[in-house]
């Protein structure tokens, strides 16, 4: 954790960098990147450094992407590494580079933010890009029958096909869907921008999309990965930092521009941050009161009974709060 062990200030107050020791800026407790307290100035004799190191987060890795569990028992990841190795390991992400990240400040709660991305009754009317991209996105067709013929293109590529679903006690989702044809890539255009990442050969592995409850969300076609996490700030403050991934060989102005890269989700993630800022305005409102969900709205019904089961699993805990400080 980013505070320190005396008094709590933060430590790194950055967003990125690098340094040989973490150094609180408040009365200079020295860290090692480690977490343990190597220098604490003038505190007594007797003082015990090893009983002040950072407290530990914990981690998993996934075939380059990293995952963090602030909880005291975080629970099992062996399904998630499972379940998306196979889906991953084509994208050889952690030879991948970072093309670009950039952070949203939205008024608007985290929750509306979820659930906006857990359907897309929008789509149609708020979406005209994706839905141009995106076979069946606009709700007007069906991609069922151009669905079940790439999935067998895909099959035949040796790529992951089988739709992972949330279940009552899991928090990931993975699924493989097409765009339309001739379309091949995220795109204005729907020509590739970059060349494709790691182990693809071409640009028809349709779209991967991840979902790790409750804050993040990932879509990558061929050329490039968009990663989506969201930070809640306050009740009515959420952060989004977005960052876009291609191959770890691939040269910015030669093999990609960054303006395109970036454009199509730019677009399309600004349209939903005026729709989850607009929503939360509204149930502002003294006489909001919430109507019922549309069929084609269940994904969010489900986000959200996942969410109040897992916030009644913590009261049923009652995790005790407890003070150490001492003078």
């Known amino acids: 954790y980013n505070t320190c062990r005396h008094r709590g200030s933060l430590i790194c107050l950055e967003q990125k960098g690098n340094a040989a020791k973490l150094i609180c800026p408040y009365h200079q407790w020295v860290f090692d990147k480690d ?112 669905l079940e013929v790439r999935q067998v293109a895909w099959q035949q590529k040796g790529l992951a096909t089988a739709n992972i679903d949330f279940t009552e006690n899991s928090f990931h989702f993975a699924v493989r869907y097409p765009l339309r044809p001739g379309i091949e890539s995220y795109s204005l255009d729907g020509k590739p921008i970059a060349p494709p990442m790691g182990g693809h050969d071409d640009y028809d592995a349709g779209v991967l999309g991840l979902v790790v409850y409750p804050n993040f969300w990932m879509d990558a076609v061929s050329d490039y990965m968009w990663t989506m996490r969201l930070t809640a700030v306050s009740p009515s403050l959420t952060y989004i930092e977005l960052t876009w991934l291609v191959d770890g060989n691939a040269e910015e102005g030669k093999d990609y521009q960054l303006e395109r890269l970036i454009e199509f989700w730019k677009i399309t993630g600004e349209q939903d941050w005026k729709l989850c800022e607009n929503n939360f305005h509204g149930i502002e409102s003294t006489q909001y009161v919430p109507g019922p969900y549309a069929p084609i709205e269940a994904d969010v019904a489900k986000f959200v009974d996942w969410y109040i089961a897992r916030m009644r699993e913590g009261v049923a805990q009652q995790i005790p709060v407890t003070s150490t400080a001492s003078v």
Not at 79 to 103: C, E
Request: aromatic share 12%; charged share 25%.
């Open 35 to 146: 977490g343990a307290l190597l220098k604490a100035r003038l505190m007594p004799d007797d003082f015990d450094r090893s009983s002040f190191g950072l407290h530990p987060v914990h981690v998993e890795v996934v075939e380059g992407l990293i995952f963090v569990s602030l909880a005291q028992d975080p629970p099992s990841f062996k399904s998630v590494i499972d379940d998306y190795t196979p889906y991953l390991k084509p994208f050889h992400i952690n030879k991948a580079k970072v093309a670009y990240t950039t952070r949203y400040e939205l008024r608007t709660n985290w929750k509306l933010v979820a659930e906006n991305f857990r359907e897309c009754y929008h789509c149609g009317p708020a979406h005209p890009e994706y839905c141009n991209a995106v076979i069946g996105a606009n709700l007007k067709e069906s991609a069922v029958a151009e």
